[in-house]
Nanobody
Framework: QVQLVESGGGLMQAGGSLRLSCTAS????????MGWFRQVPGKEREFVAA????????YYADSVKGRFTISRDTAENTVYLQLNSLKPEDTAVYYC??????????????????????????WGQGTQVTVSS
C-alpha cells in the first residue's frame, strides 16, 4: 500500500507563494504518475497538475498554467507544487495522488487520462491552502 504524505499548505495573501510537498512511501509500477488536485466544499475535485516519474513530463490545468510549477525529486520520492501569484480562487484543499500512466497511451490520451481523478489509485490526506484578498 503506497502512502502519500503532504505538507506545505497554509494561509497566504493574494500574490504570494507557497510550496507543497508530497512524499511517497515507495514508487511502483502502479504509481508512475503523480498528480495534484484541489477541492472546495460542494464542488468536485479538480485537476491542478501532474508529472510522470520518467521522463518527468508535466501537465497543467489552464487555470494554473504559468503560475504553478510541478516538479519531482526521484531520489526522495517527492513531488513538489510551487504555487506563485496566488489568487483567492486558489483557496482549496490540495490533494496529492499517485497513479499509473499507461505505457501505451498516446500523447493525447495521456493528456486526457492524467487529468482524471479515476486514473489515480492512491491519495494523500490533503492540505489546506487559503488565499486572502
Amino acid at each position: 500500500q503506497v502512502q502519500l504524505v503532504e505538507s506545505g499548505g497554509g494561509l497566504m495573501q493574494a500574490g504570494g507563494s507557497l510550496r507543497l510537498s508530497c512524499t511517497a512511501s515507495e514508487r511502483t509500477f502502479s504509481t508512475s504518475a503523480m498528480g495534484w488536485f484541489r477541492q472546495v466544499p460542494g464542488k468536485e475535485r479538480e485537476f491542478v497538475a501532474a508529472v510522470t516519474w520518467s521522463p518527468g513530463s508535466t501537465y497543467y490545468a489552464d487555470s494554473v498554467k504559468g503560475r504553478f510549477t510541478i516538479s519531482r525529486d526521484t531520489a526522495e520520492n517527492t513531488v513538489y507544487l510551487q504555487l506563485n501569484s496566488l489568487k483567492p480562487e486558489d483557496t482549496a484543499v490540495y490533494y496529492c495522488a499517485a497513479g499509473r500512466a499507461g505505457w501505451s497511451w498516446s500523447p493525447m490520451l495521456r493528456q486526457v487520462m492524467l487529468r482524471q481523478v479515476s486514473t489515480y489509485e492512491y491519495w494523500g490526506q490533503g492540505t489546506q491552502v487559503t488565499v486572502s484578498s
